[in-house]
Protein backbone atom coordinates (compact mmCIF):
# COMPACT_ATOMS: atom_id res chain seq x y z
CA UNK A 1 0.00 0.00 0.00
CA UNK A 2 1.34 3.88 -0.91
CA UNK A 3 1.73 6.11 1.69
CA UNK A 4 0.62 9.40 0.91
CA UNK A 5 4.51 10.80 0.46
CA UNK A 6 4.54 8.20 -2.24
CA UNK A 7 1.61 9.55 -3.72
CA UNK A 8 2.58 13.11 -3.67
CA UNK A 9 6.10 12.03 -5.14
CA UNK A 10 5.04 10.42 -8.31
CA UNK A 11 2.85 13.86 -9.00
CA UNK A 12 7.03 15.13 -9.49
CA UNK A 13 7.86 15.37 -13.32
CA UNK A 14 10.69 17.62 -13.92
CA UNK A 15 11.64 20.52 -11.90
CA UNK A 16 11.18 24.22 -12.30
CA UNK A 17 13.72 24.96 -9.07
CA UNK A 18 17.13 23.96 -7.89
CA UNK A 19 17.89 24.40 -4.02
CA UNK A 20 20.83 24.34 -1.79
CA UNK A 21 20.51 22.83 1.21
CA UNK A 22 23.15 24.24 3.00
CA UNK A 23 26.22 26.06 2.66
CA UNK A 24 28.86 22.81 3.09
CA UNK A 25 28.24 21.56 -0.44
CA UNK A 26 27.73 23.02 -3.96
CA UNK A 27 24.91 20.20 -4.84
CA UNK A 28 21.14 20.90 -5.31
CA UNK A 29 17.78 19.51 -5.04
CA UNK A 30 15.51 19.24 -7.75
CA UNK A 31 11.54 20.67 -6.77
CA UNK A 32 10.83 16.61 -5.73
CA UNK A 33 13.90 16.16 -3.55
CA UNK A 34 13.46 19.02 -1.64
CA UNK A 35 9.83 17.98 -0.83
CA UNK A 36 11.26 14.19 -0.14
CA UNK A 37 13.58 16.21 2.55
CA UNK A 38 10.90 18.49 3.97
CA UNK A 39 7.90 15.87 4.49
CA UNK A 40 10.00 13.08 5.52
CA UNK A 41 12.73 15.17 7.48
CA UNK A 42 15.09 13.63 5.24
CA UNK A 43 17.74 16.37 4.50
CA UNK A 44 20.27 13.69 6.45
CA UNK A 45 19.91 11.26 3.15
CA UNK A 46 21.23 14.15 0.82
CA UNK A 47 24.35 14.77 3.48
CA UNK A 48 24.88 10.97 3.07
CA UNK A 49 24.47 10.44 -0.68
CA UNK A 50 26.45 13.77 -0.86
CA UNK A 51 29.29 12.88 1.40
CA UNK A 52 29.42 9.13 -0.95
CA UNK A 53 29.60 11.31 -4.20
CA UNK A 54 32.78 13.43 -3.19
CA UNK A 55 34.97 10.77 -1.21
CA UNK A 56 34.29 8.06 -3.59
CA UNK A 57 35.81 10.40 -6.15
CA UNK A 58 32.13 9.52 -8.30
CA UNK A 59 32.56 13.67 -9.87
CA UNK A 60 35.59 12.58 -11.46
CA UNK A 61 34.30 9.44 -13.26
CA UNK A 62 30.95 9.63 -13.91
CA UNK A 63 27.95 11.97 -14.77
CA UNK A 64 24.97 9.49 -13.39
CA UNK A 65 24.19 7.80 -10.30
CA UNK A 66 21.54 5.41 -8.69
CA UNK A 67 20.59 6.01 -5.16
CA UNK A 68 18.55 3.48 -3.38
CA UNK A 69 17.43 3.72 0.43
CA UNK A 70 15.60 0.45 1.53
CA UNK A 71 14.67 -0.55 4.73
CA UNK A 72 15.83 -3.86 5.90
CA UNK A 73 13.92 -3.48 9.42
CA UNK A 74 11.79 -1.25 11.44
CA UNK A 75 14.70 1.34 12.25
CA UNK A 76 17.05 0.21 10.27
CA UNK A 77 18.04 0.92 6.08
CA UNK A 78 20.58 0.66 3.88
CA UNK A 79 21.94 3.29 1.54
CA UNK A 80 23.21 2.04 -1.96
CA UNK A 81 24.89 4.20 -4.77
CA UNK A 82 25.45 2.28 -7.99
CA UNK A 83 25.46 2.91 -12.23
CA UNK A 84 22.27 2.24 -12.92
CA UNK A 85 23.15 -0.76 -14.78
CA UNK A 86 23.86 -2.78 -11.34
CA UNK A 87 27.51 -1.84 -11.02
CA UNK A 88 27.23 -0.93 -7.03
CA UNK A 89 29.82 1.61 -5.87
CA UNK A 90 28.93 1.68 -2.19
CA UNK A 91 27.08 0.40 0.38
CA UNK A 92 26.10 1.95 3.74
CA UNK A 93 24.50 0.25 6.68
CA UNK A 94 22.61 3.01 8.21
CA UNK A 95 21.61 1.80 12.37
CA UNK A 96 18.76 4.18 12.96
CA UNK A 97 16.48 5.79 11.22
CA UNK A 98 12.59 6.99 10.85
CA UNK A 99 12.27 7.55 7.08
CA UNK A 100 8.43 7.22 6.56
CA UNK A 101 8.74 4.98 3.36
CA UNK A 102 10.69 1.14 2.80
CA UNK A 103 12.10 2.41 -0.16
CA UNK A 104 13.14 4.93 -2.06
CA UNK A 105 14.79 5.56 -5.39
CA UNK A 106 16.69 8.63 -6.93
CA UNK A 107 19.05 10.17 -9.49
CA UNK A 108 22.24 12.12 -8.59
CA UNK A 109 24.03 13.56 -11.79
CA UNK A 110 27.13 15.49 -12.14
CA UNK A 111 26.81 19.19 -13.95
CA UNK A 112 30.65 19.77 -13.87
CA UNK A 113 30.73 21.21 -10.91
CA UNK A 114 28.33 19.84 -8.29
CA UNK A 115 25.39 17.34 -7.85
CA UNK A 116 21.65 17.60 -8.67
CA UNK A 117 19.76 15.20 -6.58
CA UNK A 118 16.74 14.13 -8.51
CA UNK A 119 13.30 12.34 -7.92
CA UNK A 120 13.49 9.45 -10.93
CA UNK A 121 10.47 11.09 -12.61
CA UNK A 122 12.37 14.41 -12.60
CA UNK A 123 14.96 12.82 -15.11
Not at 42 to 56: E, G, R
Not at 108 to 123: C, K, P, Q, V
Amino acid sequence: METKNEIDLSQFYGSENLYRWNSLTKSVLTDGCKYLAEVASAYWLFDAIDSHLTTQGLNENTEFVSVKLKKIGETDAELTLDDGNGLIWMTQYIPLTDFPMDEIKTYAMYNGTAWTHLLTSEY
